[in-house]
């Protein structure tokens, strides 16, 4: 099981750049494919990227592909969301998702066991 604490979002100008990180509990983290997820009001959760448990393949969401760019660091246990050339419509709660030994095509929020509490980015026109 892995416990996982999102942190970076914030108020930024279009534009703008934030990085979210996600930070993972447990010993096992890299045995656990991890994705990103946003929420806007009134809206579905939906996919933004995943990466792989180890070698790194990572996936995207047409929307984000070439603006953001997940990563992670199994040393220290976190993932993270390098987001750039931010829009309004990025505005959102972002969540990070894990599942043991998932694929990077794992675009569903079902695909997903364990989550995050979230963290809100506002993209400012």
């Known amino acids: 099981q892995v416990q996982l604490v999102e942190s970076g979002g914030g108020l930024v100008q279009a534009g703008g750049s934030l990085r979210l990180s996600c930070a993972a509990s447990g010993r096992t983290f890299s045995r656990y494919a991890m994705g990103w997820f946003r929420q806007a009001p009134g809206k579905e959760r939906e996919f933004v990227a995943a990466?792989?448990?180890?070698?790194?393949?990572?996936g995207y969401a047409d929307s984000v592909k070439g603006r953001f760019t997940i990563s992670r660091d199994n040393a220290k246990n976190t993932v993270y969301l390098q987001m750039s050339s931010l829009k309004p419509e990025d505005t959102a709660v972002y969540y990070c998702?894990?599942?043991?030994?998932?694929?990077?095509?794992?675009?569903?929020?079902?695909?997903?066991?364990?989550w995050g509490q979230g963290t809100q980015v506002n993209v400012s026109s």
């Open positions: 998702a894990a599942e043991l030994y998932g694929s990077v095509r794992n675009a569903l929020p079902s695909d997903y066991n364990y």
């Open positions: 990466i792989s448990c180890s070698d790194g393949h990572t």
